[in-house]
């Protein structure tokens, strides 16, 4: 089993910046990739920035020159800075990981609860 603890989700006005955090623990072997999810009203749930073991990353281009992803694979956390935010941002974030319990477990993928981002002034 593995326990997702999301933080820095609130409320910001529009250019302004959040910090999103997710720590894993539990037992875990590995993590391969470790990512942000988002789903907004009315809205299908789409990926919002992923980051792999190595430090691949990937944004949906609606993000890209605004957030930034990054993880401390010691403390199994990724991070994702949100900065020039927009009214569109808004939307429930959930973590993902996709992680393994030992050498030879499938691949397994794991979401937080979510966290309410509002960009609005």
């Known amino acids: 089993q593995v326990h997702l603890v999301e933080s820095g989700g609130g409320l910001v006005q529009p250019g302004g910046s959040l910090r999103l955090s997710c720590a894993a623990s539990?037992?875990?072997?590995?993590?391969?990739?470790m990512g942000w999810y988002r789903q907004g009203p009315g809205k299908q749930r789409e990926l919002v920035a992923k980051?792999?073991?190595?430090?691949?990353?990937n944004l949906a281009d609606s993000v890209k020159g605004r957030f930034t992803i990054s993880r401390d694979n010691a403390k199994n956390t990724v991070y994702l800075q949100m900065n020039s935010m927009k009214p569109e941002d808004t939307a429930v974030y959930y973590c993902?990981?996709?992680?393994?319990?030992?050498?030879?477990?499938?691949?397994?993928?794991?979401w937080g609860q979510g966290t309410q981002v509002t960009v609005s002034s």
């Open positions: 539990g037992t875990i072997y590995s993590i391969n990739s």
């Open positions: 980051i792999t073991s190595s430090g691949g990353t």
């Open positions: 993902n990981v996709v992680w393994r319990s030992s050498r030879w477990s499938p691949e397994i993928t794991s």
